[in-house]
Antibody, heavy 122, light 107 residues
Framework: QLQLQESGSGLVKPSQTLSLTCAVSGGSISSGTYSWSWIRQPPGKGLEWIGHIYESGTTSYNPALKSRVTISVDRSKNQFSLKLSSVTAADTAMYYC??????????????WGQGTLVTVSS | DIQMTQSPSSLSASVGDRVTITCRASQTIFSYLNWYQQKPGKAPRLLIFAASSLQSGVPSRFSGSGSGTDFTLTISGLEPEDFATYYCQQSYNSPRTFGPGTKVEIK
C-alpha cells in the first residue's frame, strides 16, 4: 500500500521560505506514469493545487503561485519537496502531498498524505 | 483557469436518504471530472474519476454522472460515515482546480 508522509517546518515567519518534504513508501516514486503534487487547504476553506513534478524532474506550477514555488524530487530518497518563498499569512494552510495518476487528460489524486499544518506568523 | 462551482454549498440529510450534489465547470471539460470526500481533520479521499468511474474500494452507493460542463455525484442511501464535505476537481487542463465543496450534514 502506497503511503505518503509530509514533514517540515510548522511555523514560518513572514517573508521567509516554507520548506516541506513528502516521503513516499510502499512504492517507488520512479515507477509508472505518475506525477507528485502539492495541494493546500487554508483553515475552513477549499483545496488549491500548488504544482507537481514527475520523476524526470519536469514540473508544472499553478500560475497563481508560480513565481514563489519550487518543487524538486530526490529519487535516491524516494521523496519530493516543496519550497514556497516570501510567505505571508495567506499561505497559512494544511499542506498535502498527493500522487497524480495520469492517462492523457485523465488525471486524479489517488493517494494523499495526512497533511501538515503550516502557520505563517512572526 | 477553469472555475468550478458546486451546489448546494451545504445540505442536511438523514441516514437512508438519496443525496445529489451538482458541480459545474466554466467551460467544457468533457468527462475529466473527479470527486473527493473529506472528513474533518483528514485528507481528501478519491471517490469517482473520469466523471463516472468508481475508485477501487469505494462503496457502490456512490455514483457519478455528467459530461461537458454539468456533473452530479449521487449517494444512494446515505450511511452515517458519509457525512463529510465533497469536492469536485477538473483534470482537463492546468491548473487543476477544485470546486468549493458541499458539506453534507446530519438532519
Amino acid at each position: 500500500q502506497l503511503q505518503l508522509q509530509e514533514s517540515g517546518s510548522g511555523l514560518v515567519k513572514p517573508s521567509q521560505t516554507l520548506s516541506l518534504t513528502c516521503a513516499v513508501s510502499g512504492g517507488s516514486i520512479s515507477s509508472g506514469t505518475y506525477s507528485w503534487s502539492w495541494i493546500r487547504q487554508p483553515p475552513g476553506k477549499g483545496l488549491e493545487w500548488i504544482g507537481h513534478i514527475y520523476e524526470s524532474g519536469t514540473t508544472s506550477y499553478n500560475p497563481a503561485l508560480k513565481s514563489r514555488v519550487t518543487i524538486s524530487v530526490d529519487r535516491s530518497k524516494n521523496q519530493f519537496s516543496l519550497k514556497l518563498s516570501s510567505v505571508t499569512a495567506a499561505d497559512t494552510a494544511m499542506y498535502y502531498c498527493a500522487r497524480g495518476n495520469e492517462d492523457q487528460l485523465l488525471y486524479y489524486f489517488d493517494y494523499w498524505g495526512q497533511g501538515t499544518l503550516v502557520t505563517v506568523s512572526s | 483557469d477553469i472555475q468550478m462551482t458546486q451546489s448546494p454549498s451545504s445540505l442536511s440529510a438523514s441516514v437512508g436518504d438519496r443525496v445529489t450534489i451538482t458541480c459545474r465547470a466554466s467551460q467544457t471539460i468533457f468527462s475529466y471530472l473527479n470527486w473527493y470526500q473529506q472528513k474533518p481533520g483528514k485528507a481528501p479521499r478519491l471517490l469517482i474519476f473520469a466523471a463516472s468511474s468508481l475508485q477501487s474500494g469505494v462503496p457502490s452507493r456512490f455514483s457519478g454522472s455528467g459530461s461537458g460542463t454539468d456533473f452530479t455525484l449521487t449517494i444512494s442511501g446515505l450511511e452515517p460515515e458519509d457525512f463529510a464535505t465533497y469536492y469536485c476537481q477538473q483534470s482537463y487542463n492546468s491548473p487543476r482546480t477544485f470546486g468549493p465543496g458541499t458539506k453534507v450534514e446530519i438532519k
